[in-house]
Every structure is written in structure tokens, then in C-alpha cells.
């Protein structure tokens, strides 16, 4: 549903990289809806979803009734001993590194959701565990990946239309539905604190809109304005950065999107170029049209608006699964994406919390 973050799963062209049977994937962890849209990118790039494992019997069997031919394993060695070729999760947070470790171990690549984990030590062992395993650790930063409008500004930017990237501002207010939320996503030792969960999506865009290898984290800030029921809880945040090539980037998160839109989120991106600038609306045009996915680009041959949706597709899906089967990075550099969490969690821990008056 577009109106619940939680449950927001894309779907897009069906577009098959490989033949039938050449690669199989397994989900393990059912936690967050993520795991649904992960799927769906890989199935439509030509991967079969064939295993599940979840500790809740009810999780496991609405995600096979949603994806036929799957079946359900009776435990997480079962998926480690089977031949998929991919691991994906939607875990609780801070168990979403440890899976990987041990599919990785096993000879799997892994694809986890955001944010893969929690603690810096997850972090060092996720790097020591792709060079010792020679296997792949891939993200899901679908705020970028699985956004129409986000791959059409990509297009955009390489074909010079607003010259060089020198700014990168990224905005993602969630709605919270407090009540419909498990206990752990309040407890930041699990869900790793709203910089590093919503804020990595951020991050890494930041850095590929940019042209970046790497960034600085100049300020951050933390905030907790209106869920006092829950102290250790932050429903604000926000980061300024310095990128290695010298462009600027800031990004805001938020839990505060009111009941009154028609989307989850109001997420928007702003990419300021020495020729021009661009404008997402990703999932809502306030206002205009309930439908996302708009671009709207100003430069120097005048005003324009695109309409992304079903234009471009997600073409990171079968990317991620050749880079799996012929070892390239196609889809995204591993450097990338461990500096795009390691920024986050920079963010996360030294950010100043804020006290309202």
C-alpha cells in the first residue's frame, strides 16, 4: 500500500537477465515489508524466489502466498545447505549482518535491506567477511534503486543536462503509525537509529548523484520532538556532508508525515548542477497527482517536467544478479556500499541531540 511505508513493495517491467532456473534466491527474515519489493526487482530480472525461512509460521506463509513456488524451510540451515545462489532479508536490523555472515559463509551473495545493521562491529565483520568469502553484500537503498525518478535523473545527470553535480539536498519523511509498529523499532540497539535506518538511503544517494567516492560528515542532528512515550527514540534527523569531489550534500528524516497525504512519505531530492538543476517528487505530486515518480528539471534550455513511471524501470535488479553470477560490479561498487553505511553510522553517533523548549 502506498499509504504504508511498511508494507510498500514496487513493482515494475518484467525484464529478464538470465534463463529460467539460473538463479535462485531465498528470503530469510520477514521482519519488514522490504523484503516483498526486493523480490519482486529480483523476480522481474528473472530470479526465482524459491525458499523462505521466517521464525513466525504466519510471516512465512503470507510471503509464499505472494510469491508461487515458493516453499518454507524448516529452519535457516535448511536455506544455508540448499543451492540458491542469493540470500535476501528483511530482518530486524541488528540480525540482519548476521545472517549475511553465515549465508556468505555457505558460498551465498547477500541482499539486505536497509539498514544492514547496527553497531560499527557489524560493519568491520561484514568488510572482513566479503574479502575472506570473495561473496558480494549488497543493499537495498530503495530510495534510489526502486524509484523510477531517481533512475530517469540518473539518465539525466550522464547525459550532462544540468552540467556538473555541485549540491545534493535529499528529503524522506515517513508516516509513523506508532501503534502498528513491533517493539523493536523503537529500540535503537535494534533498529540503529533513524540517521542510520532512513538516513542511509540518503547518505548513499548523496554520494551517487554527486559523482562521489567518499564524503565528510560536517554536522548531524538528532531529535525527539513528539514521541515521548518512547525517550531513547528519535523521530528527527539530519545531516550535513562535504563530498571528496567538493560537493555539498544535506539531507532531513523525519517520522512526522501527517495523515492527510496520500503517500507514506513526501520523498523529494533536490541536485543543483553548474547548468541546471533537478527536482524529484518520488511517490506523490502534493496536491496535483496521487501518482509519483515525477521529475521536474530546469537548465539552460528551459523548463521541464517528465513523468518517470514506467519509463525507465529498475534496471539494478538483473545488474545485482549478473554482477552475482559473472563477479563484476555493475550494480554497485561494495566500497560503495559500505561507505554509505559507515557515513551513516558516523552520523548516527555523533550527532547533536536537540532539547525543544
Request: net charge negative.
Amino acid at each position: 500500500m502506498k499509504a504504508d511505508g511498511q508494507s510498500y513493495a514496487p513493482k515494475g517491467k518484467v525484464k529478464h537477465v538470465i534463463e529460467p532456473g539460473e538463479f535462485k534466491v531465498a528470503a530469510i527474515g520477514l521482519d519488514h515489508g522490504h523484503i516483498y519489493g526486493m523480490c519482486n526487482g529480483l523476480s522481474e530480472a528473472g530470479a526465482e524466489i524459491v525458499l523462505v525461512y521466517d521464525p513466525d509460521p504466519e510471516k512465512a506463509e503470507a510471503f509464499r502466498q505472494s510469491f508461487p513456488g515458493v516453499r518454507v524451510a524448516g529452519s535457516e540451515q535448511e536455506v544455508l545447505e540448499s543451492d540458491v545462489k542469493l540470500v535476501a532479508t528483511a530482518a530486524i536490523p541488528s540480525d540482519r549482518t548476521g545472517i549475511g555472515l553465515r549465508a556468505m559463509a555457505y558460498g551465498k551473495d547477500f541482499f539486505a535491506d536497509k539498514t544492514p545493521l547496527t553497531q560499527r562491529k557489524h560493519l568491520e565483520e561484514a568488510r572482513a567477511a566479503v574479502k575472506s568469502t570473495k561473496r558480494k553484500f549488497f543493499v537495498y537503498f530503495s530510495e534510489r534503486l526502486h524509484v523510477e525518478s531517481a533512475v530517469y535523473a540518473e539518465q539525466l545527470i550522464e547525459q550532462g543536462a544540468i552540467g556538473k553535480v555541485v549540491s545534493v539536498a535529499g528529503f524522506g519523511p515517513h508516516r509513523l503509525n506508532a501503534p502498528s509498529r513491533p517493539g523493536w523499532f523503537f529500540d535503537p540497539e535494534r533498529n540503529g537509529g533513524i540517521l542510520l535506518d532512513i538516513g542511509s538511503h540518503q547518505i548513499e544517494q548523496i554520494l551517487y548523484f554527486a559523482g562521489a567516492k567518499d564524503a565528510q560528515i560536517v554536522s548531524s542532528r538528532l531529535a525527539n520532538y513528539n514521541c515521548k512515550a518512547h525517550e531513547t527514540f528519535y523521530d528527527y534527523g539530519d545531516v550535513t556532508l562535504t563530498c571528496d569531489n567538493g560537493a555539498a550534500g544535506y539531507l532531513r528524516v523525519d517520522w512526522f508525515t501527517p495523515q492527510g497525504l496520500g503517500a507514506w512519505g513526501d520523498g523529494r531530492t533536490t541536485i543543483v548542477g553548474t547548468d541546471g538543476y533537478i527536482e524529484l517528487r518520488k511517490y506523490i505530486d502534493v496536491a496535483r497527482d496521487a501518482e509519483g515518480d515525477h521529475v521536474y528539471m530546469v537548465n539552460h534550455e528551459g523548463e521541464h517536467h517528465f513523468k518517470a513511471a514506467g519509463r525507465c524501470g529498475f534496471p539494478f535488479f538483473g545488474r545485482m544478479i549478473r554482477d552475482c553470477l559473472d563477479r563484476t560490479e555493475t550494480a554497485m561498487c561494495q566500497d560503495h556500499i559500505f561507505r554509505s553505511v559507515e557515513l551513516a553510522l558516523d552520523a548516527q553517533e555523533s550527532a547533536m541531540v536537540i532539547s525543544q523548549t
